[in-house]
């Protein structure tokens, strides 16, 4: 298929490759002829068996691994452009690579070829009184526009799973990162090539133009599902404007709620690990609900363990009862997703209470319950109304290697399609198969 | 919760009852009501037990049972002023009620109750290495919005499934039925009350005002899916307008694939009868494909079938050249949805050639084929995209009865969610269950 002169320069990966959007001045031209080329590229991958698939990411990993000092060439250049835009620090760690990451990338592909695929599956055929069997079939999605900030790596970890799930891949990374990205695309295209398979089975969006996001979140005849990944105000503004469907989470408000019942030491240990394992996760506890009965005993023992930590605390007027130098914590800090090492702590009397609390400010991502009760344990995962619901585990358990699905591209709070951590599975859909011996409809 | 005194005009039922909307004046007021009061009833019927839902079920069933004079008084009015519209007989069909089907709604309210819960379903808990205990559980969707036009018998299937499955529903039925609608829409409020489930569980809009439809389908806040019912235009532009999720197909271009080495009975039974055992159907055979070797022998004996019903036949040159009086098929007929008795045929070069032609012209919605070739059947099964595919049965079969499901609420042609016929399941969502010990991560 033709290629423009530019993509061959940037494909062509030579030391001094300098990206330039001015070839492309056509963007809805060149954001369809993608769509197209990625439509034709999914129907072809949707027959690809599974040898080829994992063939491609091997093939990917060697020339990775092959191109390394050209791909940290490429990043170096992204740095130093982001240090000369005034890029913060955290902002370029996320941008940096290393040959520590470069490794992780290599790995993740070989994980990756290792997970069974799932396309093609068929769940169980049930016989009907007609005669007729039916039953499910797994199949890809199509063609899937993953639009992402900062961090390189995502590249190869969204082209893969795209790929091991039979679904074509349009790739807009943030513009911090082009060099990267292209070096890295770059690889995992020779890979394809190796494999046998369409080299449009993996497209990055080669222009740095904001009207190719705007395109692709609006071509639902090229794109079956949009995967953005980053802030809140990016995903926000695709959602709204997208006309193919969205697979996202907006936030992260997660809870824990210590009911009276519980195991003391469970209690304390899954209330400082979902504050403070990490901070900046989705999945982190951004307000504990302490039922009554136990504040007392609870919070003191919970304060000088956040405080090891480094945790500034906020709480309602009952916390602040109990623990001094505590801030008061307001409306905003019940919906408040922190980011940091920072926590809300509300008493409450009871499950309902914390329920109540639960269904008006959380998120919807996950929430747990800490409780020896097992009436209560049930009644919290039935009414809960989140992806993830647990008991007795700290809500840093929802991510995808956690979960078994061996892969994640991203966490759901939407509730069709998927919900929660989504692996190859979320990148597919069924459809009914039926197996009949000459059946006529009465 | 109040009430207009519009609203209780509406379902105090008088022999009388009129309607009239003058008294919304404020629309979108009206709805954004509408949706809040779903989402709070939405909450509560998450929580309810299969016991509440299906006595509201047999409740709703015994009113219309002891209504059916006011019911069938109400239809008469909208049949009246239906004539006095001009409406023609195909729709006053539609919109009629009469003993019979009355009864088979209430027969249909009896079935509801008789299906399983799919509410609280977990299928599997999975330990993991950290020791958690991983699954699903099964959960409604929330609110869901339909919209339908004509057959006032919609009402009451949509509200029973939607209860049945835990959902809140807003129903916005055809203005040439919304006497009728409402008659039934107060039987099913009476049976709600009767169990103590909210009032708010189903709604019905009571303004013809098209504007509430555009704010039914733009409310995402309030409303979680909305399944459109009708003709293609009024899909479509639902489709375009909605920032509610939809779950719809468009077309039923459905294909038959007649092998060379198809059992002659067979792809004769089902040839015949895929087109002429209903022809307004959406899964009724548009086009028939026949493979060259076997053309010579089939066509003129399926040619006299169709005689025998009437049908229409269209051809391809190299029908033409086998069948006498056959019309020229154009491009047109291959992407028509004749929805009569008439059929396109193509002889077609083997599977290839028939999968081509289905992957340009089918609207994914089911296809055919009739082999005794394992490899053949086996390859057709993988890669022809429908929501339904077959091998040696009627495209007939692709319904929610027929599958097992025990109900349809619609039938979907997306890819995300839901694909081929609706039921009870499509009308759930899944959430993560997680059972832990107290595990925290590392």
Redesign the interface.
């Known amino acids: 298929m033709p290629r423009s002169d530019f993509l061959e320069t940037l494909y062509g990966m030579t030391a001094h490759a300098s990206h330039s959007d001015d070839a492309i001045t056509d963007v809805d031209a060149y954001m369809q002829r993608l769509g197209q080329q990625a439509r034709t590229a999914a ?1 072809r991958l ?2 690809a068996d599974t040898a080829s698939k994992n063939a491609a990411l091997k093939a990917m990993a060697e020339r990775l691994d092959a191109a390394r000092d050209a791909v940290l060439a490429a990043n170096a250049r992204d740095l130093e452009r982001g240090r000369e835009n005034g890029l913060d620090a955290a902002l370029l760690d996320r941008l940096a690579l290393n040959e520590a990451r470069v490794d992780a990338m290599i790995e993740g592909l070989h994980q990756v070829a290792a997970l069974p695929d799932p396309v ?1 599956e068929i769940d169980g055929l ?1 016989a ?1 009184p ?1 005669g ?1 069997q ?1 039953g499910h ?1 797994r ?1 890809p ?2 063609v899937i526009g993953i639009i992402y900030e900062s961090r390189p790596n995502v590249t190869m970890e969204a082209a893969s799973l795209c790929l091991k799930s039979g679904n074509a891949a349009i790739l807009r990374g943030g513009s911090e990162a082009r060099e990267s990205n292209a070096a890295i695309a770059a690889c995992l295209r020779e890979g394809l090539e190796h494999a046998g398979l369409p080299e449009a089975a993996v497209q990055v969006v080669a222009t740095t133009d904001r009207a190719a996001v705007g395109r692709l979140i609006g071509m639902p005849e090229y794109v ?2 949009i995967i953005p990944r980053g802030g809140k105000s990016l995903i926000e503004r695709i959602s709204r404007e997208a006309r193919v ?1 969205v697979i996202k989470h907006l936030d992260g408000v997660c809870h824990v709620y210590l009911d009276a019942s519980a ?1 003391r ?2 209690a304390l ?2 209330a ?3 504050k403070t ?1 990490r901070y900046g996760t989705c999945n982190t506890m951004e307000t504990l609900l302490v039922d009554a009965p136990v504040a007392e005993d609870l919070l003191p023992a919970l304060a000088a363990a956040y405080a090891e930590y480094g945790v500034e605390l906020r709480g309602c007027e009952r916390t602040r009862a109990i623990l001094a130098d505590v801030a008061p914590a307001s409306e905003a800090d019940w919906a408040a997703e922190y980011l940091a090492p920072v926590l809300a702590i509300r008493v409450v009397d009871g499950i309902d209470d914390a329920m109540a609390h639960i ?1 008006r400010y959380s998120s919807r991502h996950t929430d ?1 319950i ?1 409780t020896e009760n097992y009436t209560l344990a049930r009644r919290f ?3 809960v ?10 809500t ?3 991510d995808g290697f ?3 699905l061996g892969a994640e591209i991203g966490i759901s709070t939407d ?3 998927v ?3 989504v692996g190859l599975e979320g990148l597919t ?13 009465q």
């Open positions: 129907a949707r027959r093609g049930s009907r007609s007729i039916v079939m199949v999605l199509g079956d599902v469907p195991d030491d469970k240990a899954i400082v690990n979902a394992q269904e747990a800490v995962l039935a009414e109304d989140s992806s993830s619901v647990m008991v007795n585990a700290s840093r358990f929802a956690e979960y078994g509730r069709l399609h919900r929660g951590p859909t069924r459809k009914y198969v039926v197996l009949g011996d000459g059946q006529i409809r």
